[in-house]
């Protein structure tokens, strides 16, 4: 039996999940919070859901989705262009790379894997922004950055489940 024109436009937009609740959690991460300072060590929610679907979904987010979106979020945050996108890329390789070990986890383990992927991340970011800026910034940011966003992994974590069995399990 052939696939009717709306079964596969239901499958196509189960499809682009990922991309879609990825680049919501962008645009997420960008709403500015009535907390002085908060904005540069804002969490990275945009690396806990690549992180998250290339482990669960790896066909649907392949490095040129994630880079995609990488750039994107470059240009929304009026930053350097390629800097996430390397940065998405980077980590969605090494996520990739050990997708059998996270695949065959706890929730713990899971958490524990995106704390080094953060800590990667961290080491990255501020290798890319002190190299653009010609001299060694402080690390302090993005180190609190990096805790914040460990921090959030559960409850996004938890959000980015339930998008996946209500979306992609059906």
């Not at 990275?44 to 994630?66: C, E, K």
């Not at 706890?106 to 080491?123: I, R």
């Amino acid at each position: 039996m052939t696939a009717t024109f709306w079964q596969r436009l239901d499958k196509a937009g189960r499809n682009l999940a990922p991309f879609a609740v990825t680049v919501m959690m962008v645009l997420v991460g960008m709403v500015p919070a009535p907390v002085p300072g908060y904005a540069p060590v804002a969490p990275n929610l945009t690396l806990i859901s690549v992180y998250y679907w290339t482990i669960h979904r790896p066909d649907l987010m392949r490095p040129g989705v994630a880079f995609m979106i990488g750039l994107l979020q470059d240009f929304l945050i009026g930053g350097p262009l390629g800097v996430n996108a390397l940065l998405l890329v980077v980590a969605q390789w090494a996520v990739l790379n050990q997708r059998r070990v996270f695949l065959a986890s706890t929730f713990a383990l899971l958490w524990f894997g995106f704390t080094l992927v953060m800590a990667g991340a961290v080491v990255l970011q501020w290798l890319a922004f002190s190299m653009l800026d010609s001299a060694a910034l402080s690390i302090l940011p993005a180190l609190f950055q990096g805790l914040l966003t460990v921090a959030t992994f559960p409850a996004v974590g938890w959000l980015l489940i339930r998008v996946h069995r209500a979306f992609l399990n059906g």
